[in-house]
């Protein structure tokens, strides 16, 4: 289970690392560009989009690294990070496979009371 949490963590950290780029990058752009009406609007909240753009997968990746010493902190790490790209970034097509990855991760690192065999 903490080799499951450690890949699901990683990846969905890594896959998080291009949302958030999008994301920040797009809160810029539109900083520098302007609004065009109905096409590209400023996010409501841009501080939360990015502190989100470059914790939640810091988070993830944390997490992922640390669920095979430290499982239950590694997993509440991930699901912090599955939280959080929940709240800053909805649930889309986009980021509905790193939540998932790092949800799943958290919950298998949660989970890991004992060792894995060898």
């Known amino acids: 289970m903490r080799n499951a949490a450690m890949i699901l963590g990683i990846i969905g950290g ?8 999008f994301s920040y990058g797009y809160t810029e752009f539109i900083n520098w560009f302007g609004e065009v009406p109905d096409a590209l609007e400023q996010v409501q ?3 939360v989009v990015r502190t989100a753009s470059l914790l939640a ?11 095979r010493s ?16 929940f709240y ?3 649930f889309n097509v ?4 790193p939540i998932a990855m790092c949800a799943l991760g958290g919950l ?10 060898a």
């Open 88 to 90: 800053a970034f909805g």
């Open 70 to 85: 430290h499982a239950q902190v590694g997993g509440g790490l991930m699901l912090a990070s599955a939280a959080g790209m």
């Open 94 to 97: 986009f980021t509905m496979f």
């Open 108 to 117: 298998l690192g949660m989970v890991a009371i004992r060792p894995d065999p």
């Open 14 to 21: 890594i896959v998080g690392m291009f949302i958030g780029f």
């Open 45 to 47: 909240n841009v501080g």
């Open 57 to 67: 997968p810091l988070l993830a990746i944390a997490g992922g690294a640390m669920a």
